[in-house]
């Protein structure tokens, strides 16, 4: 072999290596922790913003009546034209789809989404991805959500986001099949209704009631009792008690049969109920989960002053009322509830029965009774995740 | 420059290998050896143990997955064989037709025709519910969340690609090559045993390999037809990208997939004796 040729072929494999090395340790992911921003700096972006007369909203589906009365009502009030798109499925990959995308300071295209204040929500405050909120320009929140609405622990003061509705995490069951009254969480651990029992894949919502089946306070929660609560989980898993760990799919497994009982979403129950289907659905004494889904406009969105004055205008009772006629979850404005009471009375036939039952469930309409029983997802740091989330997903994913 | 030519011509397809293969896979190579969690960034540090780790904790999910894939590979094999062998040789004018047939489904997106499945599949659905009240099946029969259900889904969704690149190999077969094989005395079925299999391989190499690929990396069907126990490797990867944002082992676990991907159809390349696997791919 011609030696001059080795040399020449080794140089260029070494070449070759150290260019690889240098191209694997340039592709870092760099951190994006934010420091919260100044009030002045706040106050100083928004006076620098105008109306541009144009608003992009993205929601889930289910969450706007199909004609867009509400937004084609904003649109004749302000002029401002809107794009209304339902992309958002899930928290988890919304956010994961959206993370780079705001990581490179691009914009999403949104200038209002809505998230659940879960991990998710958690990553977007922690990461500065979420434009602060200039209440001076939200006359309607202030006068119209209730007390429990603006007193948020996971974003006091609602520095970043105002509710768009709320919804208890709580017990569905199929009437056709259990014929007892469900009352508590420990139906879902009963052997009786083996491979009948349907539970969440969400990390946070089935630690939530692993912790509740154990008396614990999620809120208040440790890592020693994620633990028992996973291994509690773990019990019920290897009975074979669980059929299957659900996302979004679970209501119809209940509504169908395939599951008997399940940890169910109440507006999903409720909407099932008025469809005629044998479904019912309950907050366990031992305590259920409530969650918000918030809005909050992204950084870098094109038009946030018209976001704005539309998340405001949904807070005016009688637009709020005539979402909520339709979304069927918790709203944030307690007058909708009168509102809602005083149509019955002139609504006639079906429509009339409907809304009675709206207004009379506490599903919607939860008592301070029904709130006492009622508990937020734990509080986890980026730290607190990287323990919490393999505990329950080690349930969910084996 | 005539001599540049050929060069010129290969670029586009150099620089698309470049920018959506190479860039991407040196990033995620390089994502799979960093620390750190997405609030703080991750910083490279060379961890080799990510791939450790992420193998330890998933092993059952990866084994699993190369088992359902091997499965569902199987079962399109045995399901597509014939169809590709019929429409070749018994086609006849109408070839075009039942291709265009097997092709159909897919004008529906993957997702749907795979939840599809769970409304015929219910356990109180149209098919086992009606046989439940025939009392032919017992109560608590039911195919959803199991196994089955998800081997079952894999083959429903890939099958056309086994069926197509079988039935291109069988299309090319010269029926002349068969009346000679029986006029040297084979039967039939030596003459499919002797002539017409081998010719057909690369055809069924290529079949397996755009199936068994897919299939073991999927994540739809386990999450929407499989039950506690079907989690495959496309899932985890898939929660540990987008619920943990725990790049790097989402990373290493697709490393580590696609490497034992390659090992398996090199082994299985090697078995089946086809001399270059690209030219049988590619064929």
């Not at chain 1, 199909?66 to 809107?82: M, R």
């Not at chain 2, 068969?178 to 391989?201: H, I, K, M, N």
Request: charged share 20%; aromatic share 12%.
């Amino acid at each position: 072999m011609n030696p001059r040729l080795r040399t020449r072929r080794d140089a260029f494999r070494i070449a070759g290596f150290s260019a690889a090395g240098l191209a694997l340790a340039a592709c870092g992911v760099q951190g994006q922790k934010a420091a919260p921003p100044k009030a002045d700096a706040v106050q100083d972006f928004w006076s620098k913003q105008t109306k541009h007369g144009k608003v992009v909203f993205a929601n889930w589906p289910e969450y706007m009546p199909e004609d867009q009365a509400p937004l084609k009502k904003f649109q004749q009030a302000t002029g401002i034209s809107y794009e209304y798109k339902e992309v958002i499925q899930e928290n988890a990959e919304f956010f994961g789809k959206s993370e780079p995308v705001l990581r490179a300071g691009q914009s999403l295209g949104y200038d209002i989404i809505v998230m659940t204040n879960g991990i998710q929500l958690q990553n977007m405050l922690q990461l500065g991805y979420v434009l602060p909120l200039d209440h001076s320009k939200l006359p309607n929140f202030a006068a119209n959500a209730g007390q429990k609405y603006k007193e948020r622990s996971y974003d006091p003061g609602n520095k970043y986001t105002i509710p768009y509705t709320s919804g208890v995490t709580g017990i569905a069951y199929n009437t056709e099949h259990v014929k007892e009254d469900i009352t508590s969480i420990q139906s879902l651990f009963d052997p009786k209704y083996k491979g009948r029992v349907g539970m969440m894949a969400d990390a946070q919502e089935i630690g939530n009631f692993g912790m509740f089946a154990l008396g614990i306070d999620p809120e208040k929660s440790t890592e020693a009792d994620w633990r028992k609560a996973g291994d509690k989980l773990k019990e019920q898993r290897d009975a074979g008690l669980v059929r299957k760990y659900y996302d979004q799919s679970y209501i119809d497994a209940v509504s169908k049969g395939d599951v008997w009982l399940t940890m169910a979403w109440s507006g999903d129950v409720f909407q099932r109920q008025l469809a005629g289907e044998p479904v019912k659905f309950v907050v366990p004494e031992e305590g259920g989960t409530i969650w918000t889904d918030n809005m909050l406009i992204p950084k870098g969105a094109a038009n946030p002053v018209d976001a704005l004055m539309l998340m405001d205008y949904l807070y005016q009772p009688a637009v709020a009322a005539e979402l909520d006629e339709f979304i069927q979850y918790v709203t944030p404005v307690p007058a909708v509830q009168d509102l809602l009471r005083e149509k019955a009375k002139t609504a006639k036939g079906e429509d009339k029965k409907a809304l009675e039952d709206m207004v009379d469930s506490p599903l919607m309409f939860p008592t301070e009774a029904d709130y006492a029983k009622l508990r937020g997802y734990t509080p986890l740091t980026s730290q607190t995740q990287q323990v919490f989330n393999p505990i329950f997903q080690s349930i969910t994913q084996a | 420059m005539r001599r540049l030519t050929p060069y010129l011509l290969a670029l586009p397809s150099w620089m698309w290998l470049a920018i959506f293969l190479v860039v991407p896979m040196v990033a995620m190579a390089s994502v799979s050896l960093q620390t750190g969690n997405a609030i703080d960034g991750f910083a490279m540090t060379f961890s080799f143990s990510n791939y450790g780790d992420a193998i330890g904790r998933y092993s059952t999910q990866l084994v699993r997955s190369l088992f359902y894939g091997a499965m569902a590979t199987a079962a399109m094999l045995v399901i597509g064989y014939p169809v590709a062998y019929w429409i070749a040789f018994k086609g006849g004018r109408r070839k075009s037709v039942y291709l265009f047939l097997i092709l159909l489904p897919f004008f529906v997106s993957f997702v749907l025709r795979t939840i599809s499945w769970n409304f015929l599949l219910a356990d109180n659905g149209i098919l086992f519910g009606t046989l439940k009240d025939w009392g032919l099946l017992p109560d608590d029969f039911h195919v959803l969340a199991t196994t089955f259900a998800v081997v079952g889904g894999l083959t429903y969704n890939f099958l056309p690609f086994m069926i197509l690149p079988i039935y291109v190999s069988l299309e090319r077969v010269d029926p002349r090559v068969v009346e000679a094989a029986q006029d040297l005395y084979a039967t039939r079925t030596g003459a499919f045993r002797r002539v017409v299999l081998p010719l057909s391989l690369p055809g069924v190499f290529a079949g397996v390999l755009m199936t068994f690929v897919p299939a073991t990396a999927d994540p739809i069907n386990a999450a929407i037809l499989g039950g506690t126990s079907n989690t495959m490797i496309g899932n985890i990867i898939q929660t540990e990208y987008l619920t943990n944002l725990n790049y790097p082992t989402a990373s290493a676990l697709s490393f580590t997939l696609m490497a034992v991907l390659l090992v398996g159809i090199f082994i299985y390349a090697r078995a089946l004796g086809t001399e270059n696997v690209l030219e049988a791919a590619a064929r």
